[in-house]
């Protein structure tokens, strides 16, 4: 063969090697560009509710910190509810620590109640659950662990509660709803503002398990035991002090006192401790016969104490006064005394309902 078509066909053969390096490089890189995608895709997919309620374990509440609120925000199928919270003491955020207890004992009843029920045999409530869209995953997030989280919502300050309906956790800065706290947050409270947000929510999910509290339950036995050891031993003396009849007519009179002014409504409904009028002054008295705050109730129930004390004058203490001036002067005052204190309560209730006539002395 000669030299020049020998050259020539190396020169081909070399030319057809390097083409094929050159496809398989690039197929290679196509590879490894497509493993990475699926990787990519593997890690960033969006979360399902039925894993996260397979994932909940014996855990009360879901914690979102800066290692799954990625996944967890990319709600596909499930309204996501997120308590705001700060826990550093340094930061002192008082209503935190009062209404992130309320939170949690209503997610952790939210899950009871959602963990019997996917572990019931009823398989077909299970589908229409998520048929219908009524999924919720209840979460919270300290700023301990979350400050990405935190500027990706764009919080500012602290507590926050924010709701994103499905496929909407995404755009994390923009909630679909969120909670106004009023400072009398119960677990109910937080219970129905979640329920409202979806008209196929089954009730029974949000009803509050009440769990005991066996700290208390322990003092209450100990408080017990301690006062049944000193009546047994000292039970001469706790006999002179159960037969006193003066010690019961005050607990009487005590008892009579709160519960006429107030104290059990206010223990029921959680009532504000002062309202606040159109022009941002403090009121102490709620001009409505149907509602009260705490300050009406303590005010009362001094007049009412006074009271009391300027009767058992008149009626007992008195007479027992010797001295015919002392005796007059005492009776005088406890009856001007008394007089005000009536006119004051009149006034009060005027001011609790407007179209009442009457009043007493210049109050």
């Not at 390097?18 to 493993?35: A, D, E, R, V």
């Not at 374990?57 to 914690?63: A, E, L, T």
């Not at 329920?195 to 009730?203: C, G, I, Q």
């Not at 008394?338 to 005027?350: D, E, M, Q, R, S």
Request: proline share 3%.
């Amino acid at each position: 063969m000669h030299p020049k078509v020998r050259s020539h066909s190396k020169l081909k053969l070399t030319i057809f090697l390097f083409h094929l390096w050159l496809l398989w490089n690039l197929f290679m890189m196509k590879g490894i560009q497509l493993f990475i995608a699926l990787l990519f895709l593997g890690v960033c997919h969006a979360t399902k509710f039925g894993d996260v309620v397979e994932s909940l374990g014996s855990n009360s509440i879901i914690r979102i910190n800066d290692k799954n609120y990625k996944g967890l925000m990319n709600n596909e199928d499930y309204s996501i509810i997120i308590f705001i919270t700060a826990s550093d003491p340094r930061i002192g955020c008082t209503l935190c620590s009062l209404a992130m207890p309320q939170y949690e004992q209503m997610a952790s009843s939210y899950y009871e109640n959602l963990r019997n029920t996917y572990n019931s045999t009823e398989n077909s409530r299970v589908r229409t659950l998520e048929e219908d869209g009524a999924n919720f995953i209840i979460a919270y997030a300290d700023l301990a662990g979350s400050k990405k989280l935190y500027e990706k919502l764009g919080v500012t300050s602290v507590p926050k509660v924010f709701f994103y309906k499905p496929g909407r956790g995404v755009d994390m800065s923009q909630p679909t709803d969120e909670y106004r706290f009023s400072g009398q947050e119960t677990p109910q409270v937080f219970s129905d503002w979640i329920v409202k947000h979806s008209e196929f929510s089954n009730k029974d999910l949000f009803k509050i398990v009440e769990k005991p509290n066996y700290q208390v339950i322990v003092r209450n036995m100990a408080i017990t035991l301690f006062l049944l050891v000193v009546a047994y031993k000292k039970f001469d003396k706790v006999s002179v002090i159960i037969a006193n009849k003066r010690i019961w007519r005050a607990l009487c009179l005590i008892l009579i006192i709160l519960f006429c002014s107030g104290y059990m409504y206010n223990r029921i409904r959680g009532t504000a401790f002062t309202g606040e009028g159109p022009h941002k002054e403090v009121i102490y008295f709620s001009p409505s016969q149907q509602s009260q705050y705490g300050a009406e109730t303590q005010i009362i129930s001094v007049v009412y104490a006074l009271l009391v004390v300027c009767f058992v004058v008149l009626m007992d203490s008195a007479s027992k006064i010797s001295d015919q001036k002392l005796r007059f002067f005492a009776v005088l005052a406890s009856s001007l005394v008394a007089y005000i204190l009536y006119g004051y309560v009149v006034a009060c209730f005027k001011q609790k309902s407007s179209m009442y006539p009457f009043k007493l002395g210049i109050l």
